[in-house]
């Protein structure tokens, strides 16, 4: 099994920042494309952002410009830096992640989430 496990979430106000952090582990072969999304309350989870294992990135419309995805294959952790934050950005943020397990298998796994609160 893979586990994801997500922390830095937490209450900002406006303009501030966070970091996010998701961890893998667990039995794995490799970790490919790692990503984040979120679920606002009352709406559907929406893209953030996903980073490929060589580095490509890719980022939703609403956060291009202020969010940045990175991720250290070393440490199987991936993080976002969230800079001028908007109330509208308050949401649970999870992790996901895929790849080949130690069985061979794919998996296409998720965090249990992170709470980010944006006051105004």
């Known amino acids: 099994q893979v586990q994801l496990v997500e922390s830095g979430g937490g209450l900002v106000q406006a303009g501030g920042s966070l970091r996010l952090s998701c961890v893998a582990s667990?039995?794995?072969?490799?970790?490919?494309?790692m990503g984040w999304h979120r679920q606002a309350p009352g709406k559907q989870r929406e893209l953030v952002a996903t980073?490929?294992?060589?580095?490509?990135?890719n980022y939703g419309d609403s956060v291009k410009g202020r969010f940045t995805i990175s991720r250290d294959n070393a440490k199987n952790t991936m993080y976002l830096q969230m800079n001028s934050l908007k109330p509208e950005d308050t949401a649970v943020y999870y992790c996901?992640?895929?790849?080949?397990?130690?069985?061979?298998?794919?998996?296409?796994?998720w965090g249990r989430g992170t709470r980010v609160t944006v006051s105004s």
């Open positions: 996901n992640a895929g790849g080949i397990n130690s069985s061979g298998r794919g998996y296409y796994n």
């Open positions: 667990g039995s794995f072969f490799s970790i490919n494309t």
């Open positions: 980073i490929a294992s060589g580095g490509s990135t």
